[in-house]
């Protein structure tokens, strides 16, 4: 106690601390935007509850990787060797989570594109409640290792980072109903997110491949053409109906 009390008396702690919990709300927008893409395919009356448990349980998750920091920072080291270019299992694992991203945009851009095969498939295989969860969970491992590492480079102390991950995954939570009907309200906001999902997966491959992209320059690109779906809506409103 006496040192979490040394703590909260250091001005460097309160800095560290916001700095974390401005890191991981802008990277929690990566999965909101993939909660809101998968939480869409579920029956209506579902959709709240599976982002409140996959945003709950990514919590526990994440609180969970914060414990085990010692074996996550040894993922940084090659454990696979292909022509001289050494890949880390975080390299395999965020290569992994690319490919996810970029099959599940790809499945959804070519649903979208295709009404009646769209309605093919739900008959044919229909979604499932805890395939929703699962999905969530397992693209949130690849963010949480990866923001944890950030993290670790930034502070050394364990009650910075689980209080920073707390406050992100509040604000996730009260974000994610919002976001997700904006979404459902506004079909056209659809295929921007899912180019959103590609962007990202093309970018984790690239990382994992060791090319690193500033995530200001993915996310500035994000806020624009947001910006302008966003003009695009109003001006569809303010046009008068025949």
């Known amino acids: 106690m006496n040192d979490l009390y040394a703590l909260a008396a250091q001005p460097s702690s309160w800095l560290a601390l916001a700095t974390l919990i401005a890191m991981e709300i802008v990277l929690g927008i990566d999965n909101l935007v993939f909660i809101a893409i998968v939480s869409s395919k579920l029956p209506e009356h579902m959709r709240s509850r599976a982002r409140r448990i996959g945003i709950g349980l990514s919590l526990i998750l994440r609180i969970g990787l914060l414990f085990t920091i010692a074996p996550i920072i ?24 690319g490919l996810f991203l970029v099959w599940k945009a790809t499945n959804e851009i070519h649903e979208a594109v295709d009404p009646n095969e ?15 969860i699962g999905q969530i969970l397992a ?19 364990l009650p910075i980072m689980i209080i920073s991950v707390v406050a992100a995954v509040l604000a ?8 997700a009907n904006f979404i459902h309200r506004n079909p056209t906001i659809v295929m921007l997110a899912l180019g959103f999902l ?3 997966g093309a970018t984790l491959i690239a990382e ?8 200001g320059y993915i996310y500035a690109a994000m806020a624009f053409s947001g910006l302008v779906e966003g003009l695009n809506i109003m001006a569809r409103k303010r046009r008068p109906r025949p």
């Open 139 to 157: 693209l949130d491992v690849v963010f949480s290792i990866d923001s944890i590492i950030t993290a670790v480079g930034m502070t050394e102390h």
């Open 74 to 97: 040894k993922m940084t080291k090659p454990v696979l060797v292909i022509n001289d270019f050494g890949f880390s299992a975080r390299d395999l694992i965020l290569m992994a989570g």
């Open 208 to 215: 994992g491949f060791g090319f690193h992209f500033p995530k």
């Open 118 to 132: 769209r309605a093919h498939e739900k008959e044919k295989r229909p979604r499932g409640f805890l395939s929703a």
């Open 198 to 200: 590609l962007l990202i």
């Open 172 to 179: 996730m939570l009260l974000a994610a109903d919002p976001l």
